[in-house]
């Protein structure tokens, strides 16, 4: 009796989290562009991971790298709870424009991949047109040539200083170098991500023009999401300790549908 007494109890929850309405955004979004999370439905387990469970989505929690996490062990990693990895593929120079390889990028997508993780990447973009941008895209198709990437290939767009290459570009600009990238991708049968700040892709890209292509990473470093558009990953802080990794790491909740 005990036992049933508290699967209802549980069962109860689960219909009130599900239930409750998304926090209230002062940002207008077309309503087919809306995401319809339920912040009730997040939890925050004693190591510091979250998780998101409703009646049509659950998540998973991951790590994203790069060659200042130095090296890495992958099998503690996957041991202390992480279900997928993003590693970083390469960037362009937001001084000289140039494409680069991160320089740990073969030896974290090999060491994940033989830890038995899911794998993303994603790519640091300076791109000021569409051509850079395709060019930035097929670089990426060829630095994963013979490596099973399952997840979403991203494509990171931010500022880096007063003097990179693309903050004087318009909302228009970005966005369109953005299509560009993520068609490249999508033509190549993977599936395209956009990765930025909640402040960065809300205020200065043309997020509906983007929705209908690509998914969306997103980086906000508080309790709980207010972020109102559709997003399939939440980057939720950049300072987690996890065995395996001598520095601190991104910690990153999947969320995605049953």
């Known amino acids: 009796m005990l036992a049933v007494i508290v699967l209802a109890a549980a069962l109860a929850s689960f219909r009130s989290c599900s239930s409750e309405s ?11 562009y809306q995401n319809d999370y339920q912040m009730t439905c997040l939890v925050q387990d004693e190591n510091g991971f979250y998780s998101y ?9 991951g790590i994203d790298v790069s060659y200042a ?49 899911p794998v993303g990447v994603y790519f640091f973009t300076q ?3 569409e051509a850079e941008a395709i060019e930035e895209a097929e670089y990426v198709l060829s630095l994963i040539q013979g490596y099973e990437v399952t997840l979403p290939i991203a494509v990171d767009s931010e500022l880096v200083s007063d003097h990179d290459r693309i903050s004087s570009l318009s909302a228009e600009e970005k966005t369109a170098v953005l299509k560009a990238f993520c068609q490249t ?15 960065w892709l809300r205020d200065s890209l043309n997020m509906e023009d983007l929705q209908d292509l690509c998914q969306f990473w997103v980086a906000s470093y508080q309790s709980t999401m ?31 549908e049953k």
């Not at 109102?228 to 969320?255: C, E, F, K, R």
């Open 53 to 61: 469970e409703d009646n049509t989505y659950t998540s998973e929690v």
């Open 226 to 256: 207010t972020f109102p558009y559709v997003y399939s990953m939440w980057q939720y802080t950049a300072s987690a300790q996890l065995a395996g990794l001598d520095h601190v790491v991104d910690l990153n909740l999947w969320i995605r």
């Open 69 to 117: 996490n130095g090296t890495i062990d992958w099998n503690a990693v996957r041991q202390d709870g992480i279900s997928f990895a993003y590693i970083r593929a390469g960037y362009r120079g937001y001084e000289t424009g140039q494409l680069h390889t991160d320089t740990s990028f073969t030896e974290n997508i090999s060491g994940a991949l033989a830890a038995g993780l």
């Open 127 to 129: 791109a000021i047109n």
């Open 185 to 199: 991708i999508a033509d190549a049968g993977y599936t395209p991500m956009v990765y930025g700040s909640a402040s």
């Open 22 to 32: 998304q926090p209230q955004s002062t940002v207008s979004v077309d309503p087919v």
